[in-house]
Protein backbone atom coordinates (compact mmCIF):
# COMPACT_ATOMS: atom_id res chain seq x y z
CA UNK A 1 0.00 0.00 0.00
CA UNK A 2 1.25 3.82 -0.42
CA UNK A 3 0.08 6.89 0.47
CA UNK A 4 -2.93 6.68 -2.48
CA UNK A 5 -4.08 3.15 -1.39
CA UNK A 6 -4.83 1.80 2.29
CA UNK A 7 -6.81 -1.52 2.83
CA UNK A 8 -10.21 -1.87 4.78
CA UNK A 9 -11.58 -5.40 5.86
CA UNK A 10 -14.72 -5.88 7.24
CA UNK A 11 -17.42 -8.52 7.95
CA UNK A 12 -20.90 -7.84 8.11
CA UNK A 13 -22.99 -11.01 7.11
CA UNK A 14 -23.09 -12.59 3.96
CA UNK A 15 -20.06 -11.12 1.84
CA UNK A 16 -22.37 -10.66 -1.53
CA UNK A 17 -24.39 -7.39 -0.06
CA UNK A 18 -21.60 -5.63 1.96
CA UNK A 19 -19.33 -6.06 -1.06
CA UNK A 20 -22.47 -4.76 -3.09
CA UNK A 21 -23.11 -1.63 -0.99
CA UNK A 22 -19.59 -0.77 -0.36
CA UNK A 23 -19.08 -0.85 -4.41
CA UNK A 24 -22.29 1.23 -4.86
CA UNK A 25 -21.74 3.80 -2.43
CA UNK A 26 -18.40 4.21 -2.82
CA UNK A 27 -17.53 3.13 -6.23
CA UNK A 28 -17.04 5.29 -8.87
CA UNK A 29 -14.31 7.91 -8.12
CA UNK A 30 -15.67 8.46 -4.76
CA UNK A 31 -12.31 6.07 -2.98
CA UNK A 32 -12.92 2.57 -3.00
CA UNK A 33 -10.59 1.61 -5.52
CA UNK A 34 -11.56 -2.67 -5.50
CA UNK A 35 -13.34 -4.87 -2.92
CA UNK A 36 -12.89 -8.45 -3.05
CA UNK A 37 -15.17 -11.15 -1.33
CA UNK A 38 -13.27 -14.27 0.88
CA UNK A 39 -12.37 -15.11 4.35
CA UNK A 40 -10.59 -14.05 7.44
CA UNK A 41 -10.68 -14.73 11.31
CA UNK A 42 -10.17 -18.21 11.22
CA UNK A 43 -7.34 -21.26 11.40
CA UNK A 44 -8.57 -23.20 8.33
CA UNK A 45 -5.90 -22.64 5.51
CA UNK A 46 -7.32 -22.19 1.94
CA UNK A 47 -10.49 -22.60 3.47
CA UNK A 48 -13.45 -22.90 0.83
CA UNK A 49 -17.38 -21.56 1.02
CA UNK A 50 -18.86 -24.82 1.88
CA UNK A 51 -15.96 -25.03 4.53
CA UNK A 52 -16.64 -21.88 5.73
CA UNK A 53 -20.63 -22.41 5.65
CA UNK A 54 -19.96 -25.26 8.23
CA UNK A 55 -19.17 -22.83 10.84
CA UNK A 56 -15.79 -24.73 11.80
CA UNK A 57 -13.38 -23.12 10.11
CA UNK A 58 -13.09 -20.18 12.45
CA UNK A 59 -14.08 -17.41 9.09
CA UNK A 60 -15.64 -14.82 8.41
CA UNK A 61 -17.15 -14.12 5.52
CA UNK A 62 -15.16 -10.73 4.67
CA UNK A 63 -14.86 -8.05 2.44
CA UNK A 64 -11.14 -6.73 1.56
CA UNK A 65 -11.37 -3.04 0.15
CA UNK A 66 -8.32 -0.57 -1.34
CA UNK A 67 -8.96 3.00 -1.03
CA UNK A 68 -8.15 5.88 -1.70
CA UNK A 69 -7.39 7.75 1.65
CA UNK A 70 -7.28 11.14 0.08
CA UNK A 71 -11.06 10.88 -1.11
CA UNK A 72 -12.28 8.68 1.48
CA UNK A 73 -11.21 8.85 4.70
CA UNK A 74 -11.17 5.25 7.00
CA UNK A 75 -12.99 6.39 9.27
CA UNK A 76 -16.16 7.33 7.10
CA UNK A 77 -15.99 3.26 5.75
CA UNK A 78 -16.46 2.88 8.99
CA UNK A 79 -19.24 4.49 9.89
CA UNK A 80 -20.66 3.42 6.66
CA UNK A 81 -20.28 -0.38 7.61
CA UNK A 82 -22.32 0.22 10.69
CA UNK A 83 -25.20 1.80 8.99
CA UNK A 84 -25.42 -0.72 6.42
CA UNK A 85 -25.57 -4.05 8.91
CA UNK A 86 -26.80 -4.99 12.38
CA UNK A 87 -24.01 -5.02 14.39
CA UNK A 88 -26.41 -5.56 17.50
CA UNK A 89 -26.97 -8.97 16.50
CA UNK A 90 -23.82 -12.22 17.70
CA UNK A 91 -23.64 -14.05 15.03
CA UNK A 92 -26.50 -13.37 12.52
CA UNK A 93 -27.74 -11.09 10.09
CA UNK A 94 -31.32 -11.41 9.29
CA UNK A 95 -31.86 -15.48 8.73
CA UNK A 96 -28.22 -15.75 8.01
CA UNK A 97 -26.95 -17.52 11.42
CA UNK A 98 -23.53 -18.65 12.01
CA UNK A 99 -19.91 -17.50 13.40
CA UNK A 100 -19.19 -16.80 9.25
CA UNK A 101 -22.00 -14.13 9.58
CA UNK A 102 -19.99 -12.10 12.88
CA UNK A 103 -19.66 -8.71 12.83
CA UNK A 104 -16.05 -7.51 12.69
CA UNK A 105 -13.60 -4.71 11.71
CA UNK A 106 -10.18 -6.26 10.80
CA UNK A 107 -7.51 -3.91 11.37
CA UNK A 108 -4.35 -3.83 9.56
CA UNK A 109 -2.32 -1.18 11.73
CA UNK A 110 -2.46 0.39 15.12
CA UNK A 111 -4.39 3.33 13.56
CA UNK A 112 -6.92 1.53 12.27
CA UNK A 113 -7.27 -0.17 15.83
CA UNK A 114 -7.53 3.27 17.37
CA UNK A 115 -10.46 4.44 14.33
CA UNK A 116 -12.05 1.35 14.39
CA UNK A 117 -12.10 0.98 18.32
CA UNK A 118 -13.54 4.73 18.73
CA UNK A 119 -16.00 4.36 15.91
CA UNK A 120 -17.29 1.36 17.69
CA UNK A 121 -17.53 2.86 20.98
CA UNK A 122 -19.46 6.15 19.25
CA UNK A 123 -21.80 4.29 17.61
CA UNK A 124 -22.38 1.22 20.11
CA UNK A 125 -23.88 5.10 22.32
CA UNK A 126 -24.99 7.14 20.03
CA UNK A 127 -26.89 5.02 17.25
CA UNK A 128 -27.50 1.60 18.60
CA UNK A 129 -28.01 2.97 22.22
CA UNK A 130 -26.61 -0.75 23.45
CA UNK A 131 -23.42 -2.75 23.25
CA UNK A 132 -22.58 -4.21 19.70
CA UNK A 133 -21.17 -7.27 18.85
CA UNK A 134 -18.76 -6.41 16.11
CA UNK A 135 -15.25 -7.30 16.91
CA UNK A 136 -12.14 -5.30 16.25
CA UNK A 137 -9.16 -7.51 15.80
CA UNK A 138 -6.08 -6.87 13.89
CA UNK A 139 -6.42 -8.49 10.07
CA UNK A 140 -5.08 -12.35 9.73
CA UNK A 141 -4.50 -14.56 6.94
CA UNK A 142 -6.26 -13.29 3.73
CA UNK A 143 -8.66 -15.87 1.47
CA UNK A 144 -10.11 -14.66 -2.11
CA UNK A 145 -13.63 -16.38 -2.02
CA UNK A 146 -13.96 -18.84 -5.20
CA UNK A 147 -14.55 -16.47 -8.18
CA UNK A 148 -18.24 -16.83 -8.84
CA UNK A 149 -18.51 -14.81 -5.61
CA UNK A 150 -16.89 -11.97 -6.77
CA UNK A 151 -19.31 -9.34 -7.63
CA UNK A 152 -22.05 -12.00 -6.95
CA UNK A 153 -24.66 -9.59 -7.19
CA UNK A 154 -23.56 -7.96 -10.09
CA UNK A 155 -23.54 -11.03 -12.12
CA UNK A 156 -27.14 -12.55 -10.78
CA UNK A 157 -29.28 -9.13 -10.66
CA UNK A 158 -31.70 -11.45 -8.48
CA UNK A 159 -29.29 -13.14 -6.04
CA UNK A 160 -30.07 -13.49 -2.43
CA UNK A 161 -29.55 -10.22 -0.69
CA UNK A 162 -29.61 -10.37 3.49
CA UNK A 163 -32.78 -7.97 4.52
CA UNK A 164 -30.30 -7.09 7.22
CA UNK A 165 -28.40 -5.18 4.89
CA UNK A 166 -29.67 -1.83 4.08
CA UNK A 167 -28.49 1.56 4.84
CA UNK A 168 -29.71 2.97 8.41
CA UNK A 169 -30.42 6.49 8.58
CA UNK A 170 -28.01 7.40 11.50
CA UNK A 171 -27.25 10.77 12.82
CA UNK A 172 -23.58 11.97 12.07
CA UNK A 173 -21.33 10.89 14.82
CA UNK A 174 -20.13 13.50 17.67
CA UNK A 175 -16.72 14.43 16.76
Given at each position: ????????????????????????????????????????????????????????????????????????????????????????????????????????IFTHNEEQEQIAKAVTEKVSREWFKQPVSTQVIPAA???????????????????????????????????
Amino acid sequence: MSDTTQRATVAAGCFWGVEHLFRKNFGNGKGLLDAKVGYCGGSTAAPSYRAVCTGDTGHAEAVDMTFNPNIVSYRSLLEFFFRMHDATTMNRQGPDVGTQYRSVIFTHNEEQEQIAKAVTEKVSREWFKQPVSTQVIPAAQWWDAEEYHQLYLDKNPGGYECPAHFVRNFPPLSA
